[in-house]
């Protein structure tokens, strides 16, 4: 198994520019989360799906991040226009039960918005 | 409120130490109780998880944890630390919707 696969790896843009993350979970899982770890915050779950549904997005900062799960082996994560406070790394996990009682984890996508 | 709380953000021991890291949790209902560890550059492991049970688990790596529910913790000990556990470690709660992470302790080995 492939494991829990994000694109890119590191992705550096500036100001105002749109940014989108990908991810690809493991086959079969049926739930995805989205988290975002500084090191500040530490890791902080924006949004999590279920069965490609958006169950509790309550983690997004705000109107500038969207995610999306158009089906069981795709999400992406926008965030349009970026700020420099959005530079963290994120990561991308699935699960096989809901409400992810077991993660794994993608590599995670390093971003930084000069 | 549902919180996880890692007190110590960095802990240095030598190889071959023991090893205590310790995590206090507020959570309403009984937790579901995990470890996860953390290499640079990588994501998460799952190193251990308590949803029943007996209160002591065994993890991988030779870890191992002790649930308390009096004191509202769930430490991490490993009785002999190896370099290669130099990294990052997690404790998440959570229940039947999403896990809660702390914000991580640092572990450094010194040979």
């Known amino acids: 198994d492939a494991g829990v696969i994000q694109s890119p790896r590191h992705e550096v843009t500036e100001m105002g520019q749109e940014v989108t993350l990908r991810c690809k979970p493991i086959?079969?899982?049926?739930?995805l989360f989205w988290y975002r770890q500084t090191m500040m915050r530490g890791l902080e779950l924006l949004i999590y799906?279920?069965?490609?549904?958006?169950?509790?997005d309550s983690g997004m900062p705000e109107d500038r991040f969207s995610a999306k799960m158009p089906n069981a082996s795709f999400s992406t994560l926008k965030i349009q226009p970026s700020e420099p406070r959005d530079s963290a790394v994120y990561f991308c996990a699935s699960s096989l039960e809901t409400g992810g009682l077991k993660l794994f984890f993608g590599s995670g996508t390093q971003l930084s918005v000069l | 409120a549902q919180s996880v709380t890692q007190p110590d953000i960095h802990i240095t021991v030598s190889e071959g130490a023991s090893l205590e890291l310790r995590c206090n949790y507020s959570y309403g209902a009984t937790p579901y109780l995990f470890w996860y560890v953390q290499s640079p550059g990588q994501g998460l492991q799952l190193l251990l998880k308590y949803f029943s049970g007996d209160t002591l688990v065994q993890g991988i790596k030779g870890f191992e944890a002790e649930f308390k529910r009096s004191q509202s913790s769930f430490n991490l000990r490993k009785p002999s630390v190896h370099w290669s556990d130099a990294a990052e470690y997690f404790c998440a709660v959570g229940g039947t919707d999403k896990l809660i992470f702390g914000t991580g302790t640092r572990l450094q080995v010194f040979p």
């Open positions: 086959s079969g899982h049926n739930s």
């Open positions: 799906f279920n069965n490609n549904v958006p169950i509790d």
